[in-house]
């Protein structure tokens, strides 16, 4: 039986959740949890809530969790419910460790050992680094280094003319050279402009997806009133750099943060996959999507996605009740529209939204029941009480 809590404004005050929200306290929670190396705040959620997006409201009930990013590896968390039967996670202390150091050495009398006093003292224990929200290590280079471009604004990016070898394309240490007064001494990342993301919906470009192709130094500034290029020195090379591949500045004092704020999307919101970073068929769990809905449509970074499915269409034949796409033509022919039946959306998993573009948004598949296809549903799982 899944013990259902619904959270009591009065208790705490957390301004970006929805308190319509309800807990669900996975049936297989365990009473205690030991932090591992590797885990995410994701990770442990999922372990106790059915909704995993959901942790502020179990995690920060308890006023010892101020910092619910700062939890270690080797903490031990236990599932508790207080007087109201509402849950509350919280971190165990550490037992006090005491150790004897050496304090005094009483000098003694010839022939007679010196007398060694020992006193307890506490142990200092260093912690490991805190776990993160996310795994960090996917998204990061997609959120530095991946854009979702126009038409328009690669125009206005200069480009790789060439290199120091008269190559067409090149890998690391080749000099480039690039149509644009470039900053001596600032790096700069230089992309290859892949193809054109069409919205299956609209039938509308979304953008053009540009790939990494390498990262440079600008050691030589240009002087294109002149015609004279500038000079980059390549640093690494992701695939070949090409002439024609566009150059673009790296934020390079941009943070990624180890920390989102995760909540359930907006209820108006229903869109679909066009993207997946493996460029795949089928993709699974911490795969990198892209959908067709972004800010214009009220998508926020953090923002939790359920990925849902249209059943198979079945209709009633002659012959009895078949999949519509594998019917025979006169066996389709012959049945009203009555026939047909409206066949349900099943849940497959979740995504949470780490980039946001006006019409575009990339995502993190956080979990998933089975494979992920291109045009899979993604809603608020608001909806999925609907």
Not at 1 to 7: A, F, S
């Given at each position: 039986?899944?013990?259902?809590?619904?959270?009591s404004?009065?208790?705490f005050?957390?301004?970006?959740?929805?308190?319509?929200d309800?807990?669900?306290?996975?049936?297989?929670?365990p009473?205690t949890?030991?932090?591992?190396?590797?885990?995410?705040?994701?990770?442990?959620?999922?372990?106790?809530?059915?909704?995993?997006?959901l942790?502020?409201?179990?995690?920060?009930?308890n006023?010892?969790?101020?910092?619910?990013?700062?939890?270690?590896?080797?903490?031990?968390?236990?599932?508790?419910?207080?007087?109201?039967?509402?849950?509350?996670l919280?971190?165990?202390?550490?037992?006090?460790?005491?150790e004897?150091?050496?304090?005094?050495?009483?000098?003694?009398k010839?022939?007679?050992?010196?007398?060694?006093?020992?006193?307890?003292?506490?142990?200092?224990?260093m912690?490991?680094?805190?776990?993160?929200?996310?795994?960090?290590?996917?998204?990061?280079?997609?959120?530095?280094?991946?854009?979702?471009l126009?038409?328009?604004?690669?125009?206005?990016?200069?480009?790789?003319?060439?290199?120091?070898?008269?190559q067409?394309?090149?890998?690391d240490?080749h000099?480039?050279?690039?149509?644009?007064?470039?900053?001596?001494?600032?790096s700069?990342?230089?992309?290859h402009?892949?193809?054109?993301?069409?919205?299956?919906?609209t039938?509308?470009?979304?953008?053009?997806?540009?790939?990494?192709?390498?990262?440079a130094q600008?050691?030589?500034?240009?002087?294109?009133?002149?015609?004279?290029?500038?000079?980059l020195?390549v640093?690494?090379?992701?695939?070949?750099?090409?002439?024609?591949?566009?150059?673009?500045?790296i934020?390079?004092?941009?943070l990624?943060?180890?920390?989102?704020?995760m909540?359930?999307?907006?209820?108006?919101?229903?869109?679909?996959?066009?993207?997946?970073?493996?460029?795949?068929?089928e993709?699974?769990k911490?795969e990198?999507?892209?959908?067709?809905?972004g800010?214009?449509?009220?998508?926020?970074?953090g923002?939790?996605?359920?990925?849902?499915?249209?059943?198979?269409?079945?209709?009633?034949?002659?012959?009895g009740?078949?999949?519509?796409?594998?019917?025979?033509?006169?066996a389709?022919?012959?049945?009203?529209?009555?026939?047909?039946?409206?066949?349900?959306?099943?849940?497959?998993?979740?995504?949470?939204?780490?980039?946001?573009?006006?019409?575009?948004?990339?995502?993190?598949?956080?979990?998933?029941?089975?494979?992920?296809?291109?045009?899979?549903?993604?809603?608020?799982?608001?909806?999925?009480?609907?």
């Open positions: 039986m899944i013990k259902k809590i619904i959270l404004a009065t208790f005050t957390l301004p970006w959740l929805s308190f319509a309800e807990l669900q306290i996975n049936e297989e929670a009473q949890y030991i932090v591992e190396e590797g885990d995410t705040l994701w990770d442990i959620s999922s372990i106790f809530l059915e909704q995993p997006w942790w502020p409201q179990l995690w920060r009930l006023p010892e969790i101020s910092n619910p990013h700062l939890i270690y590896p080797g903490d031990v968390l236990r599932l508790v419910y207080d007087e109201q039967g509402e849950p509350q919280i971190v165990e202390q550490e037992p006090v460790v005491q004897p150091v050496v304090t005094e050495v009483v000098e003694a010839p022939r007679v050992k010196p007398t060694i006093k020992l006193s307890p003292q506490l142990r200092k224990q912690k490991k680094e805190p776990i993160q929200t996310l795994p960090l290590n996917v998204i990061a280079p997609y959120m530095q280094y991946d854009h979702l126009t038409q328009a604004e690669i125009d206005e990016l200069p480009h790789v003319l060439g290199n120091d070898d008269g067409k394309s090149g890998i240490n000099k480039l050279y690039v149509n644009d007064d470039l900053e001596v001494g600032k700069y990342a230089i992309y402009v892949g193809a054109e993301i069409i919205d299956p919906e039938e509308l470009p979304l953008g053009f997806d540009v790939k990494l192709t390498g990262t600008a050691i030589r500034a240009g002087d294109m009133a002149n015609r004279r290029p500038s000079t020195l640093n690494s090379a992701n695939r070949e750099i090409r002439s024609g591949n566009v150059v673009m500045p934020n390079e004092g941009q990624l943060p180890s920390f989102f704020t909540q359930t999307a907006d209820e108006s919101i229903r869109g679909m996959i066009v993207k997946s970073s493996s460029d795949g068929r993709f699974g911490l990198v999507i892209m959908i067709n809905r800010s214009d449509d009220m998508v926020k970074v923002d939790i996605l359920s990925i849902k499915r249209q059943s198979p269409a079945i209709v009633e034949t002659r012959n009740p078949e999949y519509k796409k594998t019917a025979s033509r006169w389709r022919m012959s049945t009203s529209d009555e026939a047909e039946y409206n066949m349900p959306e099943e849940s497959l998993g979740h995504v949470m939204v780490f980039k946001v573009y006006e019409n575009a948004s990339m995502a993190l598949i956080m979990r998933t029941s089975k494979p992920i296809r291109l045009q899979d549903v993604v809603v608020s799982p608001a909806q999925e009480e609907l």
